[in-house]
C-alpha cells in the first residue's frame, strides 16, 4: 500500500500540483486501486445548528457524520442556509456552502429549494441530492432522496404553526411524489406515507435511526448526584422532547398530579425540552396542580446533561400522541431506564415488549404505569432486561450504510 500510495502521489503531483491533503492521497490510491466510482453526494444540512439540534438535526448529524468518515472516496457538498460551526464540517471530503436566503418561513423554504438549490447543485455538478428534513425541491434535475419522520402535518393539522399549516398541507403530497426514493424511520410511516399519499410501496424505504454516543447506564453514586442536581435529591419520571401540544405534556401533568395523590411518593417530574408555540394550556395545567412544585421544567438540555439525566431517572416517561420513530425510547434503553411509552403509532414498534404500554388519551392510564413502575421495581428490572435486547436492533452505522447505498443506486452508480 505505501508504494501505491506514493507513485499515486507522484501521479497528482505532476498533474495537480504539490500534495498537501493526505484525504485526497487516499482517494488518489483509491482510485487506482478499486473499480468504484466516486459519487458526489449534495446535503441538505439545514438543521444543523450548534447548540440547537433536536429531531431533524439530530438525524442529519448522525446519519451524514458516519457517511463523510465510512467514505472518504466521495465527495460531499453541505448545504447551509446561515453561517454553520466548522464542527459540522466532519472531514476533508465536504465542501460547505452557505446558500441565501436563510430559511425558517414558508416564502423562503421556496426561494432557497427552487432557486437557490437547483443552482448551487448544478454548478457544483451534484449526482444526488440528500434532503433528511421532509422537503425537497422540484426544479432540480438531480436525483432526490428524501428523508420523510412522519405526515403529523396532514393528521394534525392543528398541531402546526399556522405560518406553515397551509403550506405543509399543500406541499408534503407533492414532494413525497417528487422525490425518487423516500426514506422514513418506521415501519408504521412507511405505510402511513404509501396509504396516505398513494405512493408506490417500491419507492418508500423504511430505516430505524439509532442510538447517539453517550447513552450508558450510570452507577448508583452517579445517579445519586444527578438526583441532587436537578431533582432535590429525590426519584423523578423524565420527561425528553419539545414542549408542545403533540407530545401530550398537559396530559402527563395531570397524571404526575394523580400518580402523587395514589402514591404520596416524594418522587419529581423532570422536563427536557425548549418551549415550542401552543404551550399555554401547558403553563395553565402545571399551574393549576397542586404538586407543581415538584414539577420541573429544564429548558434545553445540552448532550452533555442528556443522557446523564436519562439514566438517572425512575422511568422515561413518552406519551407522545403521534410520533415518526421516538427517540427517547432507545436512548433510554441504552442507559438502561425503564420506558413508559403510549400504545399508538410507530411506539408499540419501536418498543417492542421492552416498555410499558399506556393509552396516551387516558390520564390514568399514564398515571398508573408511572404507578406500576414506582411500586414494581422486579417489572421495572425486567423492563431493563428486555431493553437491552431492542436496542440491538437500531444502529446509527447501519442506519448511516444503507442510506448511503440508497444514495448511490439513486445516483445511479454501481
Known amino acids: 500500500m505505501p508504494e501505491v500510495l506514493y507513485n499515486c502521489a507522484a501521479k497528482v503531483q505532476n498533474s495537480r500540483g504539490p500534495y498537501q491533503d493526505f484525504s485526497a492521497l487516499f482517494r488518489a490510491a483509491f482510485i487506482h486501486t478499486t473499480p468504484l466510482i466516486f459519487v458526489t453526494i449534495a ?35 453541505f448545504l447551509f ?11 476533508s471530503n465536504v465542501t460547505p456552502l452557505v446558500v441565501s436566503p436563510p430559511a425558517r418561513h414558508p416564502i423562503l423554504f421556496r426561494l432557497w429549494f427552487e432557486f437557490s438549490v437547483p443552482r448551487v447543485l448544478r454548478r457544483h455538478g451534484a449526482e444526488v441530492f440528500f434532503s433528511p428534513d421532509s422537503m425537497c425541491s422540484f426544479r432540480t434535475p438531480v436525483p ?9 402535518p396532514l393528521h394534525f393539522p392543528e398541531q402546526i404553526a399556522v405560518r406553515h399549516r397551509r403550506f405543509l398541507l399543500k406541499f408534503i403530497p407533492k414532494w413525497l411524489h417528487r422525490a425518487e426514493k423516500v426514506l422514513t424511520v418506521s415501519e408504521f410511516v412507511r405505510t402511513d406515507i404509501i396509504d396516505t399519499c398513494a405512493i408506490a410501496a417500491d419507492k418508500v424505504v423504511a430505516v430505524y435511526n439509532g442510538c447517539r454516543d453517550g447513552f450508558f447506564p450510570l452507577r448508583d453514586t452517579e445517579k445519586q448526584a444527578v438526583r441532587v442536581q436537578y431533582a432535590d435529591g429525590y426519584d423523578y419520571f423524565f420527561y425528553a422532547g419539545a414542549i408542545h401540544p403533540r407530545k401530550n405534556v398537559p396530559r402527563l401533568l395531570r397524571a404526575f398530579d394523580q400518580f402523587k395523590v ?6 419529581k417530574l423532570l422536563l427536557a425540552g425548549r418551549f415550542a408555540w401552543q404551550t399555554g394550556e401547558v403553563r395553565s395545567v402545571w399551574e393549576a396542580s397542586q404538586y407543581r412544585d415538584d414539577i420541573h421544567f429544564l ?12 439514566a438517572a431517572a425512575m422511568a422515561s416517561v413518552y406519551v407522545s400522541i403521534s410520533e415518526g420513530f421516538g427517540l427517547p425510547l432507545v436512548e433510554a434503553m441504552a442507559c438502561e431506564t425503564p420506558v413508559i411509552t403510549s400504545n399508538t403509532s410507530c411506539l408499540p414498534e419501536v418498543a417492542g415488549v421492552a416498555a410499558l404500554l399506556v393509552d396516551p388519551f387516558s390520564e390514568t392510564a399514564i398515571a398508573t404505569g408511572m404507578e406500576k413502575i414506582y411500586a414494581d421495581r422486579a417489572f421495572a428490572n425486567q423492563l431493563v432486561l428486555k431493553g437491552r435486547e431492542q436496542l440491538k436492533k437500531f444502529s446509527w452505522d447501519s442506519a448511516a450504510e444503507q442510506v448511503y447505498a ?7 452508480h454501481p
Open 81 to 91: 442556509d446561515r453561517p454553520f460551526d466548522p464542527r459540522f464540517v466532519y472531514a
Open 262 to 267: 395514589n402514591t404520596g411518593a416524594s418522587v
Open 406 to 412: 440508497l444514495l448511490k443506486t439513486t445516483a445511479k
Open 299 to 310: 429548558g434545553y438540555v445540552g448532550e452533555e446533561a442528556l443522557p446523564r439525566l436519562t
Open 144 to 152: 432526490t432522496v428524501m428523508t420523510c419522520h412522519d405526515l403529523v
Open 43 to 77: 446535503v441538505n444540512t439545514r438543521f444543523l445548528l450548534p447548540g440547537q439540534l433536536e429531531g431533524f438535526g439530530w438525524y442529519t448529524h448522525e446519519i451524514v457524520r458516519r457517511m463523510v468518515l465510512q467514505h472518504p472516496e466521495d465527495h460531499f457538498i
